[in-house]
């Protein structure tokens, strides 16, 4: 493996693991965020009941970074509502300038070095934002 703080093992981990990978049979939201700067892609599909998510897929074309937020999202969106999901956004971006890490999300501590990387990260929460406008 490697020693690099950016790509940690336990994070090739999670992006390899590919938790949520996929599509769902009928979602009841979609939403795709992009990074124009490297082309990376996230598509979410959400199924909801109540205004709380039930299940999550994705469709990843990024970079292990994106690919392992994804895969986290997939575990930490169910029984989710909107704020719910817009407060886990908003720690994720706290953690990356420093902040504390919500659980889980300590396997990008390499990251938050790296300003311009940071948007990998977000970019699955991003997709799963939108998801809920268009729901």
Known sequence: MTDDPLYRRDLLRLAADAAGAGSLPLPDAVGTAHNPACGDRVTVELTLSAGRITGLAH?????????????????????????????????????????????????????????????????????ALKAFEDA
């Open 59 to 127: 469709a990843t074309q990024a970079c292990v970074l994106a690919q392992a937020s994804a895969a986290l999202l997939a575990g930490a969106a169910p029984g989710r509502d909107q704020a719910g999901l817009a407060a886990l956004a908003a720690q994720v971006r706290t953690f990356l300038q420093g902040g504390e890490p919500p659980p889980g999300y300590d396997v990008f501590e390499g990251v938050t070095g790296h300003a311009g990387r940071h948007v990998c990260v977000l970019l699955p929460l991003e997709a």
